[in-house]
């Protein structure tokens, strides 16, 4: 049975960093593009970054390029998402999510809350 | 990037309706790269539908996806309990992957 657990989620001030994890079990964790999902408080969903299983394809949304960096540690069976610069948007539960496009498995989520 | 706009908002429905869900995209989606998912309170989505009308693990036949280029559909055949929730396309035919806003189901 796959299963995503997701941690590393707190409170931080605006400007600062947090490191978020994802562990995978279940499956071929090397063998699947992996991503992260956010969803504001009581919105939508919105993609925010995706690495294939090799680590060469990489993308992320607009709205954090150039602030976060997605990375894997396929012999750990692990996804990491490195927050800096955060700003008060950036408040959300974050999943990752196992899926090229579309995606058949979630985590259970772990919240980040930007607030000084 | 993609704007997917869904509707309506929110649905307000008997358990045994038939449902059917709106999805329309800004732009073609390319080779019908669209996905359905459903969301209940308090809990992660869950994948619904890919690749515009195949249903994923597990999912009761009543879903049904549909469509092309920039209009799609979701259809519930016949409302159970267990199916209010809120529902969301996503496109993933160019990056970056977007979602539509979502139209809630109640009763």
């Known amino acids: 049975e796959v299963e995503l657990v997701e941690s590393g989620g707190g409170l931080v001030q605006p400007g600062g960093s947090l490191r978020l994890y994802c562990g995978a079990s279940g499956f071929t964790f090397s063998s699947y593009t992996m991503n992260w999902v956010r969803q504001a408080p009581g919105k939508g969903l919105e993609w925010v970054s995706l690495?294939?299983?090799?680590?060469?394809?990489?993308y992320y949304a607009g709205s954090v390029k150039g602030r976060f960096t997605i990375s894997r540690d396929n012999a750990k069976n692990s996804l990491y998402l490195q927050m800096n610069s955060l700003r008060d948007e950036d408040t959300a539960v974050y999943y990752c999510?196992?899926?090229?496009?579309?995606?058949?498995?979630w985590g259970q989520g772990t919240l980040v809350t930007v607030s000084s | 990037e993609i704007v997917l706009t869904q509707s309506p908002g929110t649905l307000s429905l008997s358990p045994g309706e038939r449902v059917t869900l709106s999805c329309r995209a800004s732009?073609?989606?390319?080779?019908?790269?669209l996905a359905w998912y459903q969301q209940k309170p308090g809990q992660a989505p869950r994948l619904l539908i890919y690749?515009?009308?195949s249903r994923a693990t597990g999912i009761p036949d009543r879903f049904s996806g549909s469509g092309s280029g920039t209009d799609f559909t979701l259809t519930i055949s016949r409302l159970e309990p267990e199916d209010f929730a809120v529902y969301y396309c996503q496109q993933y035919g160019a990056s970056p992957w977007t979602f539509g806003q979502g139209t809630k189901v109640e009763i």
């Open positions: 732009q073609s989606v390319s080779s019908s790269y």
């Open positions: 690749g515009e009308s």
């Open positions: 999510a196992k899926g090229w496009g579309h995606f058949d498995n």
């Open positions: 690495a294939n299983g090799g680590s060469t394809t990489i």
